[in-house]
């Protein structure tokens, strides 16, 4: 499984105006998109230290 995020403009009609205004409130600033990528990343089991201990337990001839 691959987990995505969905970042961008919503699928409805979007005034026009100032760019970074318009960022801000549709939740698209850096920021935002930030805390969007973290909070998923967050919940993600980490699958490096998954492996490692899987491999650690096994025997090998």
Do not use: C, M
């Given at each position: ?14 005034e026009h105006g100032n760019i970074p205004a318009l960022r801000e ?37």
């Amino acid at each position: 499984n691959t987990p995505v995020v969905r970042i961008g403009w919503p699928d409805e009609f979007v005034e026009h105006g100032n760019i970074p205004a318009l960022r801000e409130k549709h939740g698209l600033s850096h920021e935002d998109a930030i805390s969007l990528i973290n909070e998923k990343l967050g919940s993600l089991p980490n699958q490096s230290q998954q492996v490692t201990e899987e491999a650690s337990s096994k025997e090998y001839a």
